[in-house]
């Protein structure tokens, strides 16, 4: 059990390290573009696959956020992710940890809005 307690913890280390990489000036484009892909599955309420579809709807996350995590990873440069897991371990440990959902919550939000406006618009134009 320990093992797959230690497991998390570097998950969610490495999460929160693709977070901050993300927001840092000196990540390549196309790094930012993968961690930002990956902390917004992690944060997002819908999945590829419903999680409520039994089995198949576990598999899409032990597939695709593994896969997500080897991308963002691999295209980032070592030094900058090195420097990013560091800090992200100080968060976790020091328990700032809700900043990492504000920009997930920030995207639901306009969107929310987006399709409000739009089914209003549609509603009543007919």
């Known amino acids: 059990m ?3 307690k230690d497991k998390t913890s570097q998950l969610n280390q490495q999460i929160g390290a693709m977070y901050i990489a993300m927001k840092r000036s000196d ?14 599955y992690v944060l997002s309420p819908l999945d590829v696959i419903p999680d409520f579809i039994p089995v198949l709807g576990m598999v899409d996350d032990v597939v695709i956020l593994p896969f997500l995590l080897w991308l963002a990873i691999k295209l980032m440069p070592a030094d900058i992710m090195e420097e990013c897991i560091t800090q992200a371990q100080n968060d976790w440990q020091t328990d700032n940890k809700k900043r990492y ?6 995207i ?3 969107l929310f809005f987006w399709i409000f406006s739009l089914s209003k618009k549609l509603l009543f134009t007919v």
């Open 2 to 4: 320990s093992k797959f």
């Open 101 to 106: 959902m504000i920009p997930v919550l920030v």
């Open 108 to 110: 639901w939000i306009i």
């Open 27 to 40: 990540t390549p484009l196309y790094a930012k573009l993968a961690c930002g892909l990956c902390v917004y």
